[in-house]
């Protein structure tokens, strides 16, 4: 049991690095072990929405690193061009947007995003965005 | 300055119409007009709306787009009062924009004695060290330029897998030397971005990847113009707006350190018949006749000098 309890242990220290968001149940004493374990690693646990303002905080951040944006001007209503991005900055701007977010943003969509406004909407309404 | 200007205007405002097939270009180097720097600047700011002048006090924390915005709103205005037979001011010159943002202009004066204002098609494009203004009459035309020494904050590949054709990401694949994969990628992204510019229905309409340009190099061509250049030609697979407008391409080296391409639409010869009048050598014309000067607005133009056209489309096979 208590190798159990260990292992189960390193498991959720594991879980906790990487899913800064997510709100452990620590009831071990009441919810029985492995229905507990498939909880953690089932998508349920962490599909919440990326609260609203650290996804604008986020994406302004990959915004204002592009060396080609002017930070002065990245505000969460600037359209890219606004900051001084051409369509090819662009293409890489939502590249590394996806990157910084783990999504892959289709092509149809990805060529609707133009804008800190669009990104933040994307990445906002998507559940498995990190 | 004064006097120079008084000059400009009397001989640089009666620039005939381009005929058909043909497409003007004016290029405007930044770093021509540095030494007049501040007095010039001010008589361009003259030229713009007041929308124009708020978009560009805003950027006061950006000097370097406030100029960009600057030469760029002074040269579309600049390059299609030229045409005006010396009738418009080009401060007085409107600007709206289609439901996908492509710029069009309303001209001040609708008609005066004989004179009516001109069909004119143009496009804008810049980066920091050119601008281009691109003018057909009637022909709808885009065009693109880059910079060849333009750096990427990501993998080139991984760019071309995403914003180019299967077809065109495996055949840049194939270069070796990252400099030559780069001018490609920079050669095939504004033929692109010129075709996109030239139907003027955003990309959403024309996706990038949808259609793909091709270089023969085992038959080049002879342009007759831009100094008897020797040309690649390159072809377009179908083209995206589903209509049958024929396009011709021309990709273009403006200067040694840039890339260009324009696109332009092949009209039926119907369009430019005046009664009987039809201009020598419209019926048979293959080659895209491309003038380029060299301005700096309200000071002189000159021809472009040092122009190397590296490819052209064939507008039978397009």
């Known amino acids: ?130 | 300055m004064r006097r120079r200007l008084a000059m400009w205007t009397a001989s640089h405002l009666m620039r005939p119409l381009p005929g058909p097939g043909e497409v003007h270009v004016w290029c405007l180097f930044p770093e021509d007009i540095t030494g007049e720097d501040t007095a010039l600047c001010k008589i361009y700011k003259e030229l713009l709306s007041p929308s124009e002048k708020t978009d560009i006090a805003q950027c006061s924390s950006n000097p370097k787009m406030q100029t960009q915005k600057l030469l760029a709103r002074t040269l579309v205005r600049t390059t299609l009062a030229r045409y005006a037979s010396g009738i418009v001011a080009p401060s007085s010159l409107r600007f709206t924009k289609n439901e996908f943002g492509k710029p069009n202009v309303i001209w001040p004066v609708k008609r005066l004695d004989d004179w009516r204002p001109p069909s004119l098609c143009f496009n804008l494009t810049h980066t920091q060290s050119l601008l281009m203004c691109a003018v057909t009459q009637k022909a709808e035309v885009g065009i693109d330029v880059e910079e060849r020494e333009r750096k990427f904050t990501r993998d080139l590949m991984a760019l071309a897998r995403r914003q180019l054709s299967p077809e065109e990401a495996d055949w840049l694949s194939q270069f070796t030397d990252p400099n030559e994969q780069r001018c490609q990628f920079m050669q095939l992204w504004t033929l692109k971005e010129a075709y996109v510019k030239a139907l003027g229905k955003g990309i959403s309409k024309a996706p990038l990847k949808e259609f793909t340009f091709t270089f023969d190099a085992s038959s080049p061509t002879v342009l007759r113009n831009l100094k008897q250049a020797v040309t690649i030609p390159i072809s377009l697979s179908r083209a995206v707006d589903n209509s049958d407008d024929a396009w011709q391409f021309l990709l273009l080296q403006p200067s040694a350190s840039h890339y260009a391409s324009i696109c332009t639409q092949i009209l039926p010869s119907s369009t430019f018949e005046q009664g009987s009048l039809q201009l020598e050598g419209w019926s048979n014309h293959n080659n895209l006749q491309v003038q380029l000067w060299r301005t700096v607005p309200l000071v002189r133009d000159e021809e472009l000098e040092g122009a190397v056209a590296l490819a052209l489309s064939d507008p039978l096979s397009s």
Do not use: N
Request: hydrophobic residues 40%.
């Open chain 1, 1 to 130: 049991m208590r190798h159990a309890v260990r292992a189960l242990h390193s498991c959720v220290l594991r879980r906790l690095q990487v899913q800064v968001q997510l709100d452990l149940p620590l009831k071990a004493s009441v919810t029985p072990v492995t229905r507990w374990c498939r909880r953690m690693f089932s998508d349920e646990a962490h599909a919440t929405h990326l609260d609203r303002g650290e996804v604008v905080a986020r994406v302004l951040d990959v915004v204002k690193t592009h060396p080609k944006a002017d930070p002065t001007k990245v505000t969460e209503s600037a359209s890219f061009q606004d900051v001084g991005l051409d369509s090819l900055d662009t293409v890489e701007l939502v590249m590394s947007i996806e990157e910084e977010f783990a999504v892959a943003i289709p092509d149809a969509e990805a060529d609707k995003i133009s804008s800190c406004p669009e990104a933040i909407e994307y990445i906002a309404s998507h559940p498995s965005a990190k």
